[in-house]
């Protein structure tokens, strides 16, 4: 069976899956581009806000997220590091 994913695999997927939306993402559509049920998804997401990575916008009933520039910079340095895991990893 495949490798267990870590959080911070999880938070870049749901920053990812949001991006690829430009007018929003809603978390429905976000729960499964992820695979993560909603329940657990929201709090994740709500992290993701209160770091500065997401914004939203609508009432409690349909909600959208965008990614932030600072979610994108965290995109950018977050899978340079991962590239750069990977290779020192396969070189040792």
């Known amino acids: 069976m495949g490798s267990k994913r870590s959080r911070a695999d999880i938070y870049a997927t749901?920053?990812?899956v949001i991006r690829k939306y430009p007018e929003g993402g809603r978390i429905t559509r976000i729960?499964?581009?992820?695979?993560v049920p909603v329940d657990r998804l929201k709090t994740m997401v709500d992290s993701l806000y209160s770091y500065g990575l997401l914004t939203r916008s609508g009432d409690g009933n349909e909600v959208y997220y965008w990614v932030?520039?600072?979610?994108?910079?965290?995109?950018?340095?977050?899978?340079?590091?991962?590239?750069f895991l990977a290779t020192f990893g396969?070189?040792?």
């Open 90 to 92: 396969e070189k040792s």
């Open 31 to 35: 729960s499964y581009g992820v695979g």
């Open 68 to 83: 932030t520039p600072r979610g994108v910079e965290f995109l950018d340095t977050y899978w340079k590091m991962k590239g």
């Open 14 to 16: 749901v920053l990812e």
